[in-house]
């Protein structure tokens, strides 16, 4: 079992940045997929960024397109911490922003079912 620790969220003006924090700990392996969703009031959870780490090349990332240039998603792979550092931040960009961990990139990206979820932190775009 995973577990996924959040923190960074709070309330920004539009055009300001944040930047979200995961720690993980448990049985993870740096060859899970990390990755963060979003869910606002009244909306379903949607996925927003991934990251994968292939031996040899690196992380791997990939953004839905509302966040394409404006986020970015990262790991520190000796901490076993993730992050989302968010700029431009717009008022629709308002949401809880969970963390996930899958062993499986298709769980993840894909399926958008991961085994683990963070608890949530809330991120607050004032316009």
């Known amino acids: 079992q995973v577990q996924l620790v959040e923190s960074g969220g709070g309330l920004v003006q539009a055009g300001g940045s944040l930047r979200l924090s995961c720690a993980a700990s448990?049985?993870?392996?740096?060859?899970?997929?990390m990755g963060w969703f979003r869910q606002a009031p009244g909306k379903e959870r949607e996925f927003v960024a991934s990251?994968?780490?292939?031996?040899?090349?690196?992380?791997?990332?990939y953004y839905t397109d509302s966040v394409k240039g404006r986020f970015t998603i990262s790991r520190d792979n000796a901490e076993n911490t993730v992050y989302l550092q968010m700029n431009s931040l717009k008022p629709e960009d308002t949401a809880v922003y969970y963390c996930?961990?899958?062993?499986?990139?298709?769980?993840?990206?894909?399926?958008?079912?991961?085994?683990?979820w963070g608890q949530g932190t809330q991120v607050t775009v004032s316009s």
């Open positions: 990251i994968n780490w292939i031996g040899g090349i690196g992380g791997y990332t």
């Open positions: 996930a961990a899958d062993s499986s990139l298709y769980q993840l990206r894909v399926a958008l079912t991961p085994a683990s």
């Open positions: 448990g049985r993870t392996s740096i060859s899970f997929t």
